[in-house]
Every structure is written in structure tokens, then in C-alpha cells.
């Protein structure tokens, strides 16, 4: 697999940092403190029209290539994380329609996904269900043309502010998870749909994580995705793709902690020298450089070859996600060993980096489970995997 | 109505600067902007193109090749066409050269305003719309907060030390407008990708009629040097509250300060 980036990419990189720079980087610890929202900041991407890059262009789309969108993700990330999330999850949530919706039911609602009007959240994962995503419960019960949604979702990206959410549930309980569960397009304006409850979290504050409760909410059968019994598939084939978002996301935040530590370096002043003169700071910034650039490469192959609609793909975006995850992680724990005391304090914005990066290593499948994806490609190249999936059920 | 506001490709204020031999800014050297300031006027053209005073927006830059991205760039950010003068004759092209050029272009593209930002963020000269006014013998509007369209007149509001003047002239005339008619715009996406598909034309000095012999520039640079150094600053630190005021009224004392 080759991949090269364009004079397009690089001007799309521009024209991003520069926004992110001017408009979304100043507002990041704001956004951190109060915990609220962005709304500012989401009308301001709906209108470069940065929230529609995934979508076609004849549902008002901008349809960038995959590097392209891990280009936008990369560059807001690098500025604040929670921002980042706006596109991220506009994707994320809107995957099951693009692979699996209808032609009515994406030209009835992508194009207020495209535009930024309305958001849109994925309703997949359940207090009991996380990364043993089979063992979900909430249920979906035939009623005359459509179907009765009952039961709770947790940990929602954007679930109590979307506009619709992409849910999850068992139309046949006892087929079970895999084989039981469907996928729904809800309006969260729908009787019965209810947001009672946001998480506190350690970082990406200012996006809402909630929780979800379904109470008889009336679904019509034209938002069924796919055919009863496809939930489980299409929410594979969703998270297969949309975590290199998150891998993208993870590029960027590893990238805003390695500047931010570059400039601190050369600013500060210790034993009467610069201290990134000191070797010892050197060899800790080129360790975070060249472990982000590998991480932010990976990143790029793995959306070619998404792109390319290559059958192996959850090997290539579970390894970006799980090598950028780490990274941002790594990267941003050493940007606060870098700037020393001044990286631990609020008033600089390392300290927040490293809170944000670590929900990187957890969300669309934890790093363990980009493992088990990993392996299970592995067995399958090597002729050596077993008749079943493995034993540890089937990880998103 | 046409409007054509007239931009120029300048290296970023945050770039290091060199220049060549004979003090020619060496832009290969420098990351290369529109001139901030003429931002100003591509928004106010924008505001009119959308409040529906202005039917066609043009862009007229003169420069080496690399300015046309500044075009495209302005493009983006709306506008129709784009026009690019280049000319090798035209390298170090002092005030008055630029603005018998850009006349000449005007006269071609005829717009109804001519509109400029205040003044180049490298030069700073402030004279070319000044001058450009002058060579095609039309009224000019200057430094105004606000440019309007009524009719066949185009009025400018501008800002004065107890409120603001308004002005009008009838058109054709030349404007130009300052950092207070609002925040310019981002590109947008589609914006860029609609950029790439809008006319950008490149005119040579015999596109426009002018020989290079006419164009010998009257001003000379002598010399180019940095701005002097600012004297060290002094830190008074790692001294109590006490002896802290106490040093800083003996420094402001000995400056006569106090």
C-alpha cells in the first residue's frame, strides 16, 4: 500500500491549523474549566464546512479522502481535543447510515449532518455492555409499522446534545447479540427519549459523555438499518473504520503537547543555559517527535487503505489507533516531564493534553481490544486462526 | 456592478526576512500572505457582494508568479475572478511603477470600484491608491470604516479623532478601506475547492499596452537595515516586596520619571 500527500492535503492542513490556531486554541482551556460545550466552535466548523467531510458531495458533503479527514481531526486535536470530537463523532455516528442506510434514509438526513445543522451520536454501548459489545440488553419490540425502544445506554459521546443518535438493540433476545441485534436512526426529539445524566470525566470536558434512557420510544420501520439481525455487523463495520478518528485525534493531541514542550524548552532558562540545550531534553523531544510522526504515518496508510476498501482493514486501523493511542499518551506525559513544575499546573496546556490523551487508550475499543482485532487478523494471514472467533467473545 | 479590489502578496509579518543583493525583499526566503490589511477590503467586497450592492467581484494583484496563490487564496474567500499582472521588467517595481500598472490593468478590467486595503503590511507606503486615483483621473474615497453602494455614488464612512465623515463620489472612483469594517472570513472548504475552478488570468506588461521602458522606477533603495535594538530589559527579581519598590523608584528616579 502506497500513500502520498498532495498539495491539496498540505493546503487543507493550513487552512485547519491556521482556524485552529486563531479561533479553537484560545478557547481550550475555557472549555476544559467550564466543562460546557463549544457551541461557538461547532457553527464555526459547520460553516468552513469542516463537520461534512466525510459525507458525498451530493448530500452537501465535502468527501475528503481518509487522510484528508484525519488531516481536519489531527489539526483541531492539536488545538483542543474536545473540539476534535465534533467532526470525530459526526462520523462515528453517522457510519451506520453511510454503510448500511438507504438511499431515502440518507438523503433525509445526511444532509443536516453535512451541514452541521443537527448532530448526530452512536448509541452502542451499555453500562454492562462495553467492550463485550454482544452482551447488550436494551430491546426493540415490533409495534404495528415500526418498533417500541426500550432500555439505557451509557458513556454516549454527544448523546444528550445530537440531534439523532444511531442505536443498537436486541430485536430477537434470544439469537443474542450477534445475531439478535439491530440497528435504529433516532430522532432524539421522540417521546420517551431522555439524556438524564453526563459524566465528570478526567478530560475532553467539554464534550458531553451521556447517558441514555430509552422509555417506549417509537421507532418507524423506515429507520431500521439494514435488516433486523444486521446490528451487530454494522456496528463492526462502523468502529472498523471510524477509530481511525481516534487515531487521528490522538496524532493531533501528541502533536499540540510536543510543540508546546519545543517552545517551553527553548524559553526556559535553568544553570544558565536555554534548557532544551540540554541533551537530556533533546533526547526526550526526539523520542515524542519520531514516535509521533510514526504514529501520525501509520495514521495515513491505515486511511488509504480504509479508503482502498481493503479486507484486512481492522488490522491497519487497530494498529493506528493502538500505536497513536499510546503515543498520545506518552507524548503528553512527557511534554509535563518537560516543562516540570509549570507542566502540572493549569496555566499551561500540557497538564489538560495529558488528561485529554488518555481516553484515547479506552474509547472505540480499548487498546486491548485493538489487540485482539490485531491478533485475529494475524491468525487469519498466517492460516493458523481458529474455526471461531476467539474465545474472548468479538471486540469491537 | 463590478468591484475589483486590488491585493497584494506580502511574506507573513512572522517570517524572516532577507534580501538580496541590490535590498530586494528575497521572497523565496519568506511565507507569502495576502497583505493582511487587504483582507479588510476583500470582506468589505464580500459584505456588498452579499447585501446585493455588487454583482461581480474581481481580484487584481501584480507580482511574480507565486502570487497567484495570494489570488487563489482571496478566491476562497469568495469573489469571481482573478487577475494576475507578471512580468519579469516588473522585479523591484517601486510606487510608481506599480501604480501606473495597476491603472493600466484597471482601465482594462473597468470595474465601477477599484478597492484597496490602507496600506501594504511590508511597504506601508499608503500611496497606491493614492496614486492609481491619479494616473486614471477618478475620485478617490480613503480609509473608510465602511464602504457603501447607492445608485451611481459610493459613500465611505470614515472614522475621525470626534466621530466620522461620510464621503461620496460618483463612480467610477478608487476606496480603500481599514482594519474596521470587520473580521475577515476563513475560507471555507467548499470555498477552496470552488477556488480552483474560477477564472485567474495572467496579463504581461504587453497584455496591458506598456513597454518596459516607461516603467523605469524613480525611487532607488539605499539601504535596507533592521530596526535598532531595544536596549536589554531590566529584571528586578529574587529581592523582597521591600527592596523591589524600593529599586524600581530609584530606577524611575534616575530617568526623572518620578
Same mark, same amino acid.
Given at each position: 500500500?502506497?500513500?502520498?500527500?498532495?498539495?491539496?492535503?498540505?493546503?487543507?492542513?493550513?487552512?485547519?491549523?491556521?482556524?485552529?490556531?486563531?479561533?479553537?486554541?484560545?478557547?481550550?482551556?475555557?472549555?476544559?474549566?467550564?466543562?460546557?460545550?463549544?457551541?461557538?466552535?461547532?457553527?464555526?466548523?459547520?460553516?468552513?464546512?469542516?463537520?461534512? =467531510?466525510?459525507?458525498?458531495?451530493?448530500?452537501?458533503?465535502?468527501?475528503?479522502?481518509?487522510?484528508?479527514?484525519?488531516?481536519?481531526?489531527?489539526?483541531?486535536?492539536?488545538?483542543?481535543?474536545?473540539?476534535?470530537?465534533?467532526?470525530?463523532? &459526526?462520523?462515528?455516528?453517522?457510519?451506520?447510515?453511510?454503510?448500511?442506510?438507504?438511499?431515502?434514509?440518507?438523503?433525509?438526513?445526511?444532509?443536516?449532518?453535512?451541514?452541521?445543522?443537527?448532530?448526530?451520536?452512536?448509541?452502542?454501548?451499555?453500562?454492562?455492555?462495553?467492550?463485550?459489545?454482544?452482551?447488550?440488553?436494551?430491546?426493540?419490540?415490533?409495534?404495528?409499522?415500526?418498533?417500541?425502544? @426500550?432500555?439505557?445506554?451509557?458513556?454516549?459521546?454527544?448523546?444528550?446534545?445530537? @440531534?439523532?443518535?444511531?442505536?443498537?438493540?436486541?430485536?430477537?433476545?434470544?439469537?443474542?447479540?450477534?445475531?439478535?441485534?439491530?440497528?435504529?436512526?433516532?430522532? =432524539?426529539?421522540?417521546?420517551?427519549?431522555?439524556?438524564?445524566?453526563?459524566?465528570?470525566?478526567?478530560?475532553?470536558?467539554?464534550?458531553?459523555?451521556?447517558?441514555?434512557?430509552?422509555?417506549?420510544?417509537?421507532?418507524?420501520?423506515?429507520?431500521?438499518?439494514?435488516?433486523?439481525?444486521?446490528?451487530?455487523?454494522?456496528?463492526?463495520? =462502523?468502529? /472498523?473504520?471510524?477509530?481511525?478518528?481516534?487515531?487521528?485525534?490522538?496524532?493531533?493531541?501528541?502533536?499540540?503537547?510536543? /510543540?508546546?514542550?519545543?517552545?517551553?524548552?527553548?524559553?526556559?532558562?535553568?544553570?544558565?543555559?536555554?534548557?532544551?540545550?540540554?541533551?537530556?531534553?533533546?533526547?526526550?523531544?526526539?523520542?515524542?517527535?519520531?514516535?509521533?510522526?510514526?504514529?501520525?504515518?501509520?495514521?495515513?496508510?491505515?486511511?488509504?487503505?480504509?479508503?482502498?476498501?481493503?479486507?484486512?482493514?481492522?488490522?491497519?486501523?487497530?494498529?493506528?489507533?493502538?500505536?497513536?493511542?499510546?503515543?498520545?499518551?506518552?507524548?503528553?506525559?512527557?511534554?509535563?516531564?518537560?516543562?516540570?513544575?509549570?507542566?502540572?499546573?493549569?496555566?499551561?496546556?500540557?497538564?489538560?493534553?495529558?488528561?485529554?490523551?488518555?481516553?484515547?487508550?479506552?474509547?472505540?475499543?480499548?487498546?486491548?481490544?485493538?489487540?485482539?482485532?490485531?491478533?485475529? &487478523?494475524?491468525?487469519?494471514?498466517?492460516?493458523?486462526?481458529?474455526? =471461531?472467533?476467539?474465545?474472548?467473545?468479538?471486540?469491537? | *456592478?463590478?468591484?475589483?479590489?486590488?491585493?497584494?502578496?506580502?511574506?507573513?509579518?512572522?517570517?524572516?526576512?532577507?534580501?538580496?543583493?541590490?535590498?530586494?525583499?528575497?521572497?523565496?526566503?519568506?511565507?507569502?500572505?495576502?497583505?493582511?490589511?487587504?483582507?479588510?477590503?476583500?470582506?468589505?467586497?464580500? %459584505?456588498?457582494?452579499?447585501?446585493?450592492?455588487?454583482?461581480?467581484?474581481?481580484?487584481?494583484?501584480?507580482? +511574480?508568479?507565486?502570487?497567484?496563490?495570494?489570488?487563489?487564496?482571496?478566491?476562497? *474567500?469568495? $469573489?469571481?475572478?482573478?487577475?494576475?499582472?507578471?512580468?519579469?521588467?516588473?522585479? $523591484?517595481?517601486?510606487?510608481?511603477?506599480?501604480?501606473?500598472?495597476?491603472?493600466?490593468?484597471?482601465?482594462?478590467?473597468? +470595474?465601477?470600484?477599484?478597492? *484597496?486595503?490602507?496600506?501594504?503590511?511590508?511597504?506601508?507606503?499608503?500611496?497606491?491608491?493614492?496614486?492609481?486615483?491619479?494616473?486614471? $483621473?477618478? #475620485?478617490?474615497?480613503?480609509?473608510?470604516?465602511?464602504?457603501?453602494?447607492?445608485?451611481?455614488?459610493?459613500?465611505?464612512?470614515?472614522?475621525?479623532?470626534?466621530?466620522?465623515?461620510?464621503?461620496?463620489? #460618483? *463612480? +467610477?472612483?478608487?476606496?480603500?478601506?481599514?482594519?474596521?469594517? $470587520?473580521? #475577515? %472570513?476563513?475560507?471555507?472548504?467548499?470555498?477552496?475547492?470552488?477556488?480552483?475552478?474560477?477564472?485567474?488570468?495572467?496579463?504581461?506588461?504587453?497584455?496591458?499596452?506598456?513597454?518596459?521602458?516607461?516603467?523605469?522606477?524613480?525611487? %532607488?533603495?539605499?539601504?535596507?537595515? #533592521?530596526? +535598532?535594538?531595544?536596549?536589554?530589559?531590566?529584571?528586578?527579581?529574587?529581592?523582597?516586596?521591600?527592596?523591589?519598590?524600593?529599586?524600581?523608584?530609584?530606577?524611575?528616579?534616575?530617568?526623572?520619571?518620578?
Amino acid at each position: 500500500m502506497t500513500y502520498r500527500l498532495t498539495p491539496e492535503h498540505d493546503e487543507l492542513r493550513a487552512v485547519v491549523r491556521e482556524l485552529a490556531e486563531e479561533r479553537i486554541a484560545p478557547r481550550a482551556a475555557e472549555i476544559d474549566e467550564s466543562r460546557e460545550f463549544p457551541w461557538d466552535l461547532k457553527d464555526l466548523l459547520a460553516r468552513q464546512d469542516l463537520l461534512g =467531510t466525510c459525507f458525498e458531495e451530493r448530500y452537501g458533503g465535502t468527501a475528503l479522502d481518509g487522510i484528508g479527514q484525519s488531516i481536519v481531526a489531527e489539526e483541531i486535536a492539536r488545538a483542543d481535543a474536545t473540539t476534535s470530537l465534533i467532526p470525530i463523532v &459526526q462520523k462515528l455516528g453517522s457510519l451506520p447510515i453511510t454503510l448500511a442506510g438507504s438511499e431515502e434514509q440518507k438523503s433525509r438526513y445526511i444532509p443536516r449532518l453535512a451541514s452541521g445543522e443537527w448532530l448526530v451520536a452512536f448509541g452502542l454501548t451499555e453500562a454492562a455492555a462495553g467492550s463485550d459489545v454482544a452482551s447488550n440488553r436494551m430491546r426493540a419490540r415490533r409495534d404495528g409499522g415500526g418498533y417500541r425502544l @426500550n432500555g439505557s445506554k451509557r458513556f454516549i459521546t454527544h448523546g444528550s446534545i445530537a @440531534n439523532l443518535v444511531t442505536v443498537f438493540a436486541l430485536t430477537d433476545p434470544e439469537a443474542g447479540g450477534r445475531r439478535g441485534m439491530s440497528a435504529f436512526i433516532v430522532e =432524539t426529539a421522540a417521546p420517551g427519549f431522555s439524556a438524564p445524566r453526563v459524566e465528570h470525566k478526567m478530560g475532553i470536558r467539554g464534550s458531553p459523555t451521556a447517558e441514555l434512557h430509552f422509555d417506549d420510544v417509537l421507532v418507524p420501520e423506515e429507520n431500521r438499518l439494514g435488516d433486523e439481525g444486521d446490528g451487530f455487523k454494522i456496528a463492526m463495520a =462502523t468502529l /472498523d473504520r471510524s477509530r481511525l478518528g481516534i487515531a487521528a485525534q490522538a496524532v493531533g493531541i501528541a502533536q499540540g503537547a510536543l /510543540d508546546a514542550a519545543v517552545a517551553y524548552a527553548a524559553d526556559r532558562t535553568q544553570f544558565g543555559q536555554r534548557v532544551v540545550d540540554f541533551q537530556g531534553i533533546q533526547f526526550m523531544l526526539a523520542d515524542m517527535a519520531s514516535q509521533t510522526e510514526a504514529a501520525r504515518q501509520l495514521t495515513y496508510a491505515a486511511a488509504a487503505i480504509v479508503d482502498a476498501g481493503a479486507a484486512d482493514l481492522p488490522y491497519w486501523t487497530s494498529s493506528a489507533k493502538l500505536i497513536a493511542g499510546d503515543t498520545a499518551m506518552r507524548v503528553t506525559t512527557d511534554a509535563v516531564q518537560v516543562l516540570g513544575g509549570y507542566g502540572y499546573i493549569s496555566e499551561y496546556p500540557v497538564e489538560r493534553m495529558m488528561r485529554d490523551a488518555k481516553i484515547t487508550q479506552l474509547y472505540e475499543g480499548t487498546q486491548q481490544i485493538q489487540r485482539l482485532v490485531i491478533a485475529r &487478523q494475524l491468525l487469519r494471514r498466517a492460516g493458523v486462526s481458529r474455526g =471461531t472467533p476467539a474465545a474472548a467473545g468479538s471486540p469491537p | *456592478m463590478k468591484l475589483v479590489v486590488c491585493l497584494k502578496q506580502v511574506p507573513a509579518t512572522t517570517a524572516e526576512k532577507r534580501y538580496t543583493a541590490d535590498f530586494r525583499l528575497d521572497r523565496r526566503s519568506a511565507e507569502a500572505v495576502i497583505n493582511p490589511l487587504d483582507e479588510y477590503a476583500i470582506e468589505q467586497a464580500l %459584505r456588498l457582494q452579499e447585501a446585493g450592492a455588487v454583482d461581480t467581484i474581481g481580484y487584481l494583484s501584480m507580482g +511574480p508568479e507565486q502570487a497567484s496563490e495570494a489570488l487563489r487564496r482571496a478566491l476562497a *474567500m469568495g $469573489g469571481d475572478e482573478a487577475t494576475l499582472v507578471t512580468d519579469d521588467a516588473l522585479a $523591484g517595481a517601486d510606487v510608481w511603477v506599480t501604480a501606473r500598472v495597476l491603472a493600466a490593468a484597471l482601465d482594462k478590467l473597468a +470595474p465601477d470600484v477599484a478597492l *484597496m486595503g490602507m496600506a501594504s503590511d511590508d511597504a506601508r507606503g499608503s500611496l497606491i491608491p493614492g496614486a492609481v486615483a491619479a494616473i486614471r $483621473g477618478v #475620485p478617490l474615497l480613503s480609509y473608510g470604516s465602511e464602504l457603501r453602494i447607492d445608485g451611481d455614488v459610493a459613500r465611505i464612512r470614515r472614522l475621525t479623532a470626534t466621530g466620522h465623515d461620510v464621503l461620496e463620489a #460618483p *463612480m +467610477p472612483l478608487v476606496a480603500s478601506v481599514t482594519d474596521q469594517v $470587520g473580521e #475577515p %472570513r476563513y475560507a471555507s472548504l467548499k470555498g477552496i475547492m470552488a477556488a480552483k475552478r474560477k477564472p485567474l488570468d495572467t496579463w504581461s506588461l504587453a497584455d496591458l499596452g506598456l513597454a518596459s521602458e516607461e516603467l523605469a522606477s524613480r525611487s %532607488r533603495v539605499i539601504e535596507v537595515r #533592521p530596526p +535598532p535594538a531595544k536596549a536589554a530589559t531590566e529584571r528586578i527579581e529574587n529581592v523582597s516586596a521591600d527592596e523591589a519598590a524600593v529599586k524600581l523608584a530609584d530606577w524611575l528616579a534616575a530617568r526623572k520619571l518620578l
